[in-house]
């Protein structure tokens, strides 16, 4: 009896840390997405010439300085936060959009217009400013910690691409989106969309380089 006990007071002891622990992640959750958006916010209102200072963003989150220290050592790794959450949202964008094609060929034409449109003007505006806070971390949409950005959208394509024959489609996938997204960048500092005739100019390309993958047989022995 003494061991079947012991052995229940064990079991509420760990349903309570548990319970304990899933609230203070959902918690400290909950502050951070407070505090990106907020940086989002700042960052909008400032533009790219002023810089949103801490006391700014942890008066627009709501949050104190501890909350804003416990999850951030500085601003720049907020900003960088920032940026690598605006990577992640654009991924997700682009598969939402890519979910509505069922023919491979228009789901690679679908992932290049998606990624393309953040070129137009009002979400260029916003990347542009983020991107000017993070530049001195060396940070930007290709390289740096927002090398993730790339890599997730190569993950989109690697199903459009096996279904298109292609042996290696993680290794072309990847190729294009540093391509693509090389594209875009240029698009953002220069302040300029893309027309439809360019966009369509790089599915064409996105659509041959997996062609010419889908011919070879794969890596030689």
């Known amino acids: 009896m003494k061991k079947n006990a012991i052995l229940a007071e064990s079991e509420l002891v760990g349903r309570i840390a548990r319970k304990a622990v899933a609230e203070r992640e959902a918690e400290y959750a909950g502050e951070i997405r407070r505090l990106l958006d907020a940086a989002l916010d700042e960052v909008r209102r400032c533009g790219a010439d002023a810089r949103p200072r801490v006391a700014d963003i942890v008066a627009a989150a709501g949050l104190s300085n ?25 991924a997700h964008y682009v598969a939402h959009r890519m979910s509505k094609e069922e023919e491979p060929r228009a789901s690679v034409r679908c992932w290049v217009a998606a990624i393309l449109a953040q070129a137009e003007p009002a979400l260029a505006a916003d990347t542009r400013a983020v991107l000017c806070h993070t530049g001195g971390l060396g940070v930007d949409l290709v390289t740096g910690q927002a090398g993730s950005a790339p890599r997730r959208l190569a993950e989109l394509l690697h199903a459009p691409f096996a279904e ?23 698009y953002l500092w220069s302040d300029t969309e893309p027309t ?26």
């Open 164 to 186: 298109l024959g292609v042996a290696e489609p993680e290794f072309v996938a990847g190729l294009v989106a540093y391509a693509t997204v090389g594209r875009l960048s240029e």
């Open 196 to 221: 439809p005739a360019e966009i369509a100019r790089l599915g064409d390309f996105c659509l041959a380089a997996a062609t010419a993958a889908a011919e070879r047989p794969g890596p030689p022995p």
């Open 66 to 90: 501890d909350a804003f220290y416990r999850h951030f050592r500085s601003k720049d790794a907020l900003m960088a936060a920032v940026l690598a959450d605006g990577a992640e949202r654009l």
